[in-house]
């Protein structure tokens, strides 16, 4: 009887032909996934590393509020007469600007505040700032007239000297009070503040130095 050929596939050691082909569409699959995954987790830690340093820079320079400045400006003198004789006195009468300088990312409403001008420690004179609001990032010009008068003066006898020498020492000052406006819901308390010195060239009926702080 003629013996009949067969063929016979080839089986690996194992027992599986097929097991190696089949698990490497599986293993390809489960490897892309994994670098999605990992990919995701990167975007994922970026942007929030994005946002930290957004809201970061945010509350350091929107969110934070500072104070106003008030200042004294361009004085200009109308009036002034003087005495030192016996009897050391001045009067006196300038325009000059008031200055509310506002550095927030949001406008600033100040109330009415009072300026003081004083001797020598004794008050010679003021006007009144009306309320009133600097935009953001802006600054209020006020427009003023000031009257300045000795009449309320007791001691007399600084004023004689320093009329004598030619200059005359006034000091002024004010506290204005108001709220910056943030997004225009979130509202903060800031206070301004005025410190400044004039010193008053008699003879030139001029204003020679002006220091704020």
Not at 78 to 103: E, G, I
Not at 161 to 182: D, F, H, P, Q, Y
Not at 189 to 207: G, P
């Amino acid at each position: 009887m003629a013996e009949k050929n067969q063929e016979y596939p080839f089986v690996n050691a194992n027992g599986h032909r097929r097991s190696d082909e089949e698990s490497a569409p599986t293993i390809q699959s489960d490897e892309l996934k994994r670098k999605k995954r990992i990919k995701l987790a990167i975007y994922i830690v970026a942007f929030v590393i994005f946002q930290v340093i957004v809201i970061t820079v945010f509350g350091l320079t929107v969110m934070k509020v500072k104070s106003p400045k008030l200042r004294l400006d361009n004085v200009q003198f109308q009036t002034l007469t003087t005495s030192s004789s016996t009897s050391p006195s001045f009067d006196m009468s300038f325009t000059a600007q008031v200055r509310v300088k506002n550095t927030n990312f949001g406008r600033y409403k100040f109330d009415g505040s009072t300026v003081t001008f004083a001797y020598d420690g004794v008050v010679v004179g003021e006007f009144i700032i009306p309320k009133g609001k600097a935009g953001l990032k802006s600054t209020k010009k006020i427009n003023v007239s000031v009257n300045l008068s000795s009449s309320a003066l007791q001691n007399t006898g600084n004023l004689g000297s320093e009329l004598n020498g030619g200059v005359l020492t006034i000091s002024s000052s004010a506290r204005m009070s108001g709220k910056v406006e943030l997004m225009m819901v979130m509202k903060k308390k800031k206070s301004a503040d005025m410190n400044c010195t004039l010193t008053v060239d008699v003879a030139a009926k001029a204003l020679r130095t002006l220091q704020c702080k």
